[in-house]
T-cell receptor
Framework: DQQVKQNSPSLSVQEGRISILNCDYT??????FLWYKKYPAEGPTFLIS?????DKNEDGRFTVFLNKSAKHLSLHIVPSQPGDSAVYFC???????????FGKGTRLHILP | NAGVTQTPKFRILKIGQSMTLQCTQD?????MYWYRQDPGMGLKLIYY???????DKGEVPNGYNVSRSTTEDFPLRLELAAPSQTSVYFC?????????????FGPGTRLTVT
């Protein structure tokens, strides 16, 4: 049973526009959420995180929004750039604990 | 800092063979992890370690073993390789402190079992 769901396997966005990647979770105990970015033939790299005590966290072009009642989070990238083309993984954990549960990922294509 | 390094990058094994995937980190992180990623899937945790001498099972530990004799190294052992173990394996480390939580990943080892 998937606890972290990324229902869109891929997404295409025009360069300069906003990219919105979505993630749903089922475990109401999750209270720490992370986004990772992965290029082909490389390991994932940490992008941004949010604790459940917040509903928004911003870092440059990247903003993560958390809706606890809907068990939903989203990653906004604005403006989208060609280097943003990658697979994005949503992940969640119970506290700053030891196990992170990853979603299947969404492949983002930034179109010129 | 090299970060997290993994060897080998690629390996082909025959069914029933054994091998060890090496992982080293030079960031003095206390936590280390092994994940596998199957095509079209997310990362699944195989084993993790919270410090030297301490290891614990993740979601998918069957067919694997680990040890953590030093802070830096966390090798993953495959005994009796099976086709179901064909995957990309990622090692990661983190410093589990209040201010820092994110995991740092190695480049991965692509393993094929035939």
């Amino acid at each position: 049973d998937q606890q972290v769901k990324q229902n869109s396997p891929s997404l295409s966005v025009q360069e300069g526009r906003i990219s919105i990647l979505n993630c749903d979770y089922t475990n109401s105990m999750f209270d720490y959420f992370l986004w990772y970015k992965k290029y082909p033939a490389e390991g994932p790299t940490f992008l941004i995180s949010i604790s459940s005590i917040k509903d928004k966290n911003e870092d440059g072009r990247f903003t993560v929004f958390l809706n606890k009642s809907a068990k939903h989070l989203s990653l906004h990238i604005v403006p989208s750039q060609p280097g943003d083309s990658a697979v994005y993984f949503c992940a969640a954990s119970v506290g700053r604990d030891d196990k992170i549960i990853f979603g299947k990922g969404t492949r983002l294509h930034i179109l010129p | 800092n090299a970060g997290v390094t993994q060897t080998p990058k690629f390996r082909i094994l025959k069914i029933g063979q054994s091998m060890t995937l090496q992982c080293t980190q030079d960031m003095n992180h206390n936590y280390m992890y092994w994940y596998r990623q199957d095509p079209g899937m997310g990362l699944k945790l195989i084993y993790y370690s919270v410090g030297a001498g301490i290891t614990d099972k993740g979601e998918v530990p069957n067919g694997y073993n680990v040890s953590r004799s030093t802070t830096e190294d966390f090798p993953l052992r495959l005994e009796l390789a099976a086709p179901s173990q064909t995957s990309v394996y990622f090692c990661a480390s983190s410093f589990m402190g209040w201010e820092s939580y994110e995991q740092y990943f190695g480049p991965g080892t692509r393993l094929t079992v035939t």
